[in-house]
């Protein structure tokens, strides 16, 4: 094919018409809103998926269709580059562009024009892999992006029903298969095989594990987690809950990562699961997020979220490459986000470099390729651990002169192969926690006690339009609307130890309001006064009020 082939675009493209009225958007996550509004856009983005092969000489492209922690009724499409990577921030000016034509006629000349300016060779293969979560509308969003590959006459691959990080894991497999940087048997086999062969090994001459209770969210993350405890075999006891991936309106309903984070506290149907003492997680709808918690031996909850995550696996792989008498060569640094708290910033800068950069995985993502080995987690549990190309080299070919030497050389190396490199991943960062719980030999308590959180609250505010918010400084000053940053300094200066951010969602047209301060009584009014603020500065949706406005 030297061109586009329009017949065949113009008649599925007619059956997939754009609905009037609305802009869509291709943010952080991709596109996310109402799945029910969706059907242009995933036929769209079949097209656009193998356009982003043919520019990259046939190499495969991941496409998820999922909305991760979002409400059932939402959904959404993201692009994966070759590498297992997120799409290339260029291209999602283009996913928007075309996304957005109002016509078939206008989406032909939107193409024509990407194809032009990107310089695509249209003689080039086209080759994608795709898969989507268990959301009631995921199968007919498959429909529409399957009459788009079909439009483009793409060689696509259905992964079918699965987590993001398996995708992403897919497309990183499918595209370094037969090479020297193989990333595993591209297939899920693959993927659970290499995770609990690495898990295996690091637990070797540790104590079995307690059994630990995974919140599946109701989520994808339930067929994952499943397949997992057939391969990890009685490595690790886990106790699977929140499985039911059939009943509609359960998925995240009062479960899963973003339910604890937000709400701080046991999601309802784990209160008479957990024993005193007992450790858990949470997985998010799609098992890219991971928040763990646990009850001390009153009863009492403490959340361990990305921060303290962070802290124990930065601290832990710090501690393997002195041991291995590395650090002259290999630099471990973190990169946090402006929701990270403030007491782990601390802890982790007083032991290693620590960045601050927007939220968002792929800033993240992007600024952990800068160390050696480069550690991200945002608070709300997305993260994971980058080994750099030359790094991988180092730990390859070095030459251990003691034993101790030797067995922490060869944990680094286990570690390269448990951590899924490409995305946060909540089963194989669930199992990087479990296998330094065991070295370390630390209950959930003792974990939580490596610092104490300062006290914080996060709230949301509904607003018209959140592109009326602009920040600067990794999102931590607000310049639009003008005036508003300056009223909350005022405000934060009345509280000790206070500190408060606004930022736009990357994903929903709310406003996102963080506070910190020495006591939780103070953090929740911070927290409500700034989103007060907001409400009254930028005309939030008076039928959205949240209560404590009022």
């Known amino acids: 094919m030297t061109e586009l082939p329009i017949q065949a675009i113009k008649t599925l493209s007619d059956a997939h018409p754009k609905p009037t009225g609305l802009t869509f958007q291709y943010g952080t996550a991709g596109f996310r809103t109402l799945g029910s509004t969706l059907d242009s856009v995933l036929f769209r983005v079949g097209i656009l998926a193998g356009l982003r092969s043919k520019r990259l000489d046939g190499r ?62 249209l003689s080039k293969p086209a080759r994608v892999v795709y898969a989507r979560d268990t959301r009631p509308s995921g199968p007919a969003l498959i429909a529409a992006l399957e009459d788009g590959f079909k439009a483009l006459g793409v060689e696509a691959r259905d992964g079918g029903v699965t987590t993001t990080p398996i995708l992403h894991y897919l497309v990183k497999a499918i595209n370094t298969k037969g090479t020297k940087d193989s990333y595993g048997e591209d297939s899920e086999d693959g993927y659970y095989t290499k995770l609990a062969t690495s898990f295996k090994k690091l637990l070797v001459g540790k104590a079995k594990p307690d059994p630990v209770v995974i919140d599946c969210a109701n989520g994808v993350g339930a067929k994952a987690a499943e397949k997992l405890l057939e391969y990890l075999g009685d490595s690790l006891p886990i106790i699977l809950e929140n499985t039911d991936i059939t009943t509609r309106g359960k998925l995240n309903d009062s479960c899963g990562a973003d339910f604890v984070k937000t709400m701080q506290k046991l999601p309802p149907n784990l209160v008479d699961v957990m024993k005193p003492g007992q450790r858990a997680c ?46 002259s060569d290999i630099k471990v640094g973190v990169v946090q986000t402006a929701y990270a708290n403030g007491a782990s910033t601390k802890y982790l800068a007083e032991r290693l ?11 993240l993502h992007h600024a952990a390729e800068h160390y050696d080995i480069g550690v991200y987690f945002e608070a709300n549990g997305h993260g994971t651990v980058l080994f750099s190309p030359s790094t991988q080299q180092t730990l390859a070919t070095h030459e251990p002169s003691t034993p101790a030497q030797s067995t922490a050389l060869n944990h680094l190396l286990n570690l390269t192969q448990l951590i899924n490199q490409t995305v946060g991943d909540a089963l194989s960062d669930m199992l990087l926690v479990e296998v330094i719980l065991a070295h370390k030999s630390y ?101 959205k009020r949240p209560k404590e406005f009022i």
């Open 60 to 121: 495969t492209i991941g496409v998820m269709v999922t909305a991760s922690h979002n409400p059932e009724q939402d959904n959404g499409v993201k692009l994966v580059d070759p590498r297992g990577e997120m799409l290339e921030a260029s291209w999602e000016a283009h996913a928007t562009a075309v996304a957005n034509a109002a016509s078939t006629e206008a989406f032909i000349e939107a193409l024509s024009n990407l194809i032009v300016n990107a310089k695509i060779d």
């Open 282 to 327: 949470s997985l998010d709808g799609d098992a890219d997020r991971l928040m763990y918690y646990c009850l001390d031996e009153r009863g009492a909850f403490h959340m361990l979220d990305g921060d303290k995550i962070a802290a124990l696996v930065a601290a832990f792989i710090v501690e393997q490459v002195k041991l291995a008498g590395l650090e």
């Open 353 to 363: 470099p620590v960045k601050c950069v927007p939220t968002g995985v792929k800033h």
């Open 443 to 543: 209950s959930g308590v003792e974990w939580n006690s490596l610092y104490a959180d300062l006290p914080n609250r996060l709230v949301k505010v509904v607003v018209a339009d959140r592109n009326a918010f602009k920040t600067e400084n990794a999102e931590r000053i607000l310049v639009s609307p003008p005036g508003l940053q300056a009223k909350i300094n005022e405000l934060v200066k009345r509280y000790e130890g206070g500190r408060s951010f606004v930022r736009p969602s990357g994903t929903e047209d709310v406003v996102r309001v963080y506070a910190e301060a020495l006591l939780k009584t103070q953090a929740d009014e911070l927290a409500f006064r700034v989103a007060g603020l907001v409400y009254d500065e930028a005309g939030g949706d008076p039928a």
